[in-house]
């Protein structure tokens, strides 16, 4: 069964530096999407991505991030300059033209 | 913008009782319902999801029911099981927000052996 794939599964870096996350989203999916959580809090959408453009971000998607897919199979996360506050499950997730999200294993993103 | 809701936030149920969970949303142009189970240190995984144009969706053990015009929708689990035991989570997605999914704030469900 296809799924999203997402590489690292922990991340760790110090404050300031930058950083990415990479997702491969399910193959024939044409809608990716970026999300946050926070320990022990509720999933948060961050970005959706569609035709090679952002088509919608939350508040919490600021000049600090930055989506892209670069090639054909690849969708990255990438948070400038980290903060403190960045620590999270980053979950990448895909989907196709039926609107159904399927999510990546995530990844631990801690900055210390 | 849409507003998700949830409750319980933690929920035990003895093995092979019922579990419901109930969320609200907001935002009346909801028009898709998913629900995704999460365990621990794994992403979310859809279980069951229902859309606007139905009143009540079952996939063996596990149902969903929705009331657009009350603006709740419920997440039924049967016969629960121990594997049943996750943070399970539900969300709304509204037609006027693009594809963007509006998530509830989750429920701890334990199944006790």
């Known amino acids: 069964e296809p799924e999203v794939t997402q590489t690292p599964s922990h991340q760790v870096t110090q404050m300031g530096q930058e950083v990415i996350l990479r997702c491969v989203p399910i193959?024939?999916?044409?809608?990716f999407y970026w999300y946050r959580q926070i320990l022990g809090q509720k999933v948060e959408f961050l970005v959706s991505?569609?035709?090679?453009?952002?088509?919608?971000k939350s508040e919490i998607f600021d000049d600090q991030f930055s989506v892209e897919r670069p090639d054909g199979s690849n969708f990255t996360l990438k948070i400038r300059s980290t903060k403190l506050e960045d620590s999270a499950m980053y979950f990448c997730?895909?989907?196709?033209?039926?609107?159904?999200?399927?999510f990546g294993p995530g990844t631990r993103l801690t900055v210390l | 913008g849409e507003n998700v809701e949830q409750h319980p936030s933690t929920l035990s149920v003895q093995e092979g009782d019922s579990a419901v969970i109930k969320c609200t949303y907001s935002?009346?142009?909801?028009?898709?319902f998913p629900w995704y189970k999460q365990e621990l240190g794994k992403g979310p995984q859809l279980i069951i999801d229902?859309?606007?144009?139905?009143g009540e969706k079952k996939d063996q053990r596990i149902a969903v029911t929705l009331n657009k015009t009350a603006k709740h929708f419920s997440l039924h689990i049967t016969e629960t099981q121990p594997e049943d035991s996750a943070v399970y989570f539900c969300?709304?997605?509204?037609?006027?927000?693009?594809?963007?999914?509006?998530f509830g704030t989750g429920t701890s469900l334990t199944v006790i052996p």
């Open positions: 935002d009346s142009a909801s028009n898709y």
């Open positions: 193959s024939n999916h044409l809608y």
């Open positions: 229902i859309r606007s144009n139905v």
């Open positions: 997730a895909s989907s196709g033209s039926g609107g159904t999200q399927f």
């Open positions: 991505f569609y035709n090679n453009e952002i088509s919608e």
């Open positions: 969300a709304a997605l509204s037609a006027g927000a693009g594809n963007q999914f509006y």
